[in-house]
């Protein structure tokens, strides 16, 4: 795809997007398995079913836009997700494997939040309204993620593996 409007790279990162939701689609359900803290199987398994919806919504943008949902690859979710399957295979302790886990879940988280920002900017700009609503309410579920991961990793899982 040729970027030369902002338009443009509204779609563009629209598409990275959508291939990062599908990625941690198929990613989550292996970390949960790998994990052992209760909570933390918890919370991956949680935000799966929001990462559906996340899909689900992508797919709403799209139409608004008059688009067909399209994945681009992203370089930066891929490597995300490839340094947590490393970790997933190096790690040994139950405890420290459960902190690495959340600590790759946050990484995504992150990246998530800083696509959906500026999806939701763009959108503003571009005057896109259903967009600005739909984008802005998987953000606030992103946020919301990671402040789960956070009080999970502070309160419990951290101080285990130390």
Not at 46 to 53: A, D, P
């Amino acid at each position: 795809m040729s970027v030369k409007t902002l338009d443009d790279l509204f779609l563009h990162t629209l598409q990275d997007i959508y291939y990062a939701e599908k990625t941690i689609t198929k990613a989550l359900p292996k970390m949960s398995k790998k994990a052992s803290s209760a909570d933390v199987k918890k919370a991956f398994d949680s935000h799966l079913e929001e990462t559906k919806g996340h899909v689900e919504r992508l797919d709403e943008v799209f139409k608004s836009l008059g688009q067909k949902p399209k994945a681009e690859k992203c370089p930066a979710i891929e490597g995300i997700v490839s340094e947590a399957e490393e970790l997933m295979e190096e790690i040994e302790d139950a405890e420290t494997l459960d902190a690495a886990l959340v600590a790759a879940a946050q990484a995504v988280e992150h990246y998530e939040m800083t696509r959906y920002g500026t999806l939701v900017s763009w959108a503003e700009t571009l005057g896109h309204k259903d967009a600005i609503k739909i984008l802005g309410e998987t953000l606030k579920e992103e946020k919301a993620a990671d402040e789960k991961l956070t009080k999970i990793a502070e309160a419990k899982v951290n101080k285990k593996a130390a």
